[in-house]
C-alpha cells in the first residue's frame, strides 16, 4: 500500500470505554501486522463510546521501529497528538495528529 502513517483527527470515540482501543488495534493488526496506535483522550469520564474531538494515529511497518517518543496534549483535552520518528542522518521527525 506504501503507508506510512495515518492521522485521523476528530474520531469522536471515546478511546478509554470498555473494549473501544482493543477492538480497534486488532482491527489495524488485522490489515498492518506490524503497526502501532497513539490516540488522545480526555481526563474526563464519559460513559458513552462516543466522544467529541479525539484523534488517532496509525504507525505502519518499517514506522514503528522508528519511534522515539509519542504524546498527547499535556492539558489532558485530546485535543492532539504526536509522534517523533528517528529520521535519516540523525533528523527527527515529528507527526501532529490535531
Not at 506504501?2 to 470498555?18: D, F, H, R, Y
Not at 462516543?50 to 505502519?60: D, E, F, K, W, Y
Not at 522508528?66 to 527527527?92: A, C, H, N
Request: aromatic share 12%; proline share 3%; with cysteine.
Amino acid at each position: 500500500m506504501g503507508i506510512g502513517a495515518v492521522c485521523l483527527p476528530e474520531t469522536n470515540m471515546n478511546w478509554q470505554a470498555k473494549g473501544a482501543y482493543k477492538t480497534w488495534k486488532q482491527l489495524v493488526k488485522k490489515t498492518w501486522q506490524y503497526s502501532s496506535c497513539i490516540t488522545s483522550f480526555t481526563k474526563d469520564n464519559f460513559e458513552s463510546i462516543n466522544q467529541p474531538g479525539r484523534t488517532a494515529m496509525i504507525l505502519m511497518d518499517n514506522w514503528v521501529s522508528r519511534t522515539i517518543e509519542t504524546g498527547t496534549d499535556p492539558f489532558g483535552m485530546g485535543q492532539w497528538s504526536y509522534v517523533v520518528l528517528r529520521g535519516r542522518k540523525g533528523r527527527k521527525v515529528l507527526l501532529v495528529t490535531a
